[in-house]
């Protein structure tokens, strides 16, 4: 490369590890009140995040010796495969955590091995100045770069596909229809993995240290503009609280009020059939048995599985009852006349109670 190339290739490097460890020390030590009383509800890819942006630290070789062929394979395969693992941890680790969805977690650290593995060797040759390997590493560009990015992009579509499903799923979902559920920072998200992935394509394609460095300075820009959305959680609907409030245990109650609320419960939800209600929330039964809401949210977590348990496997069981009084209806008025919004959210909560 000429000189000044190089300069402009190590100084774009330079900038975007810079952008990547400011953005890394934020995100791990900044969490908004009151919201940091409970981060792993209101920030789940907190650590996530903080180690993604951490792994930027692998380019310095790169910034350091951008003339060197074994640093420009390195970045190359930083950014395919590597960065669109990231993106699709981001996205796991987020939206999975939120829907209590562990199932991503193993196929994720499966992937992840054959792409650890050259990465490391990449590295490791990329900071030994002795070892002359350019030559054998020209040879595998293609076949590593590109087919572990296409499998990889494979799974990042695959991710975001899920996350627009949830997102679509609960766009008008209320408490005792399913939790909280962040869709319009889902869709944000979705656009910007998007950008980001055609961005990582142009430059493995392009394979130019010029290209690459501004593909840098364009992701360093993206991750501040990341970091200011992910700043304030997204996850704020006044209900949560009520969750905040109920992992911190239930105030002590004597055994007689704690029975007293347990009837009204029953009394409330089941006998007076206040599960029928399809917007129903923990706030509307507290108000109709005269307890308060964090009173009820206790015994709700520690003796009925929960509020959104106790009322949709109530709300099943009316659907069966409804179809076995009234046989020639159909799915749809069943499962209306129950309490669910529509045969989708059903089908969601049986599928999600009978794991």
């Given at each position: ?35 940091d009383r409970n981060p792993r509800y209101y920030y789940p890819a907190r650590p996530h995040v903080t180690s993604i942006y951490l792994s930027s630290l692998l380019l310095l070789p790169y910034a350091l010796h951008p003339e060197s062929p074994d640093a420009w394979y390195l970045t190359r395969f930083f950014f395919l ?194 599960y029928l209600d399809a917007h129903l929330t923990i706030q509307d039964v507290a108000d109709r048995c005269g307890y308060s809401r964090s009173a009820l949210s206790g015994l709700f977590k520690a003796e009925l599985g929960g509020f959104f348990t106790y009322v949709n496997r109530l709300r099943l069981q009316h659907v ?36």
């Open positions: 490369m000429a000189l000044p190339l190089t300069y402009f290739c190590g100084m774009a490097a330079t900038a975007y590890i810079a952008v990547c460890l400011c953005v890394a020390a934020v995100r791990w030590f900044h969490m908004c009140r009151p919201y495969p590597v960065a669109i693992y990231h993106f699709t941890l981001m996205l796991y680790a987020y939206f999975g955590n939120v829907m209590q969805w562990g199932k991503w977690r193993k196929p994720m650290i499966v992937v992840s091995v054959p792409i650890l593995i050259p990465l490391a060797a990449a590295f490791i040759l990329a900071i030994w100045p002795g070892a002359q390997v350019g030559s054998w590493l020209a040879v595998f560009p293609g076949a590593i770069l590109y087919v572990l990015g296409a499998v990889i992009s494979g799974v990042c579509i695959g991710a975001m596909i899920l996350v627009l499903r949830w997102a679509r799923r609960f766009d008008s979902d209320d408490f005792s229809n399913m939790a909280d559920f962040p869709v319009i920072a889902a869709r944000l998200w979705v656009v910007m993995v998007v950008v980001d992935l055609c961005i990582c394509w142009v430059a493995a394609i392009w394979a130019n240290p010029a290209v690459m460095a501004v593909v840098m300075l364009v992701f360093a820009g993206c991750s501040v503009a990341f970091i200011i959305t992910a700043l304030h959680p997204h996850r704020t609907r006044p209900v949560q609280l009520e969750e905040e409030t109920e992992e911190a245990g239930p105030r002590p109650v004597s055994k007689k009020k704690h029975q007293a609320i347990l009837a009204a419960i029953h009394t409330v939800v089941v006998e007076q059939e206040a069966d009852t409804y179809r076995q009084e009234h046989p020639s209806a159909p799915l749809q008025e069943a499962v209306l006349e129950s309490g669910f919004n529509s045969r989708q959210a059903y089908y969601t909560v049986k599928s999600r109670l009978s794991m």
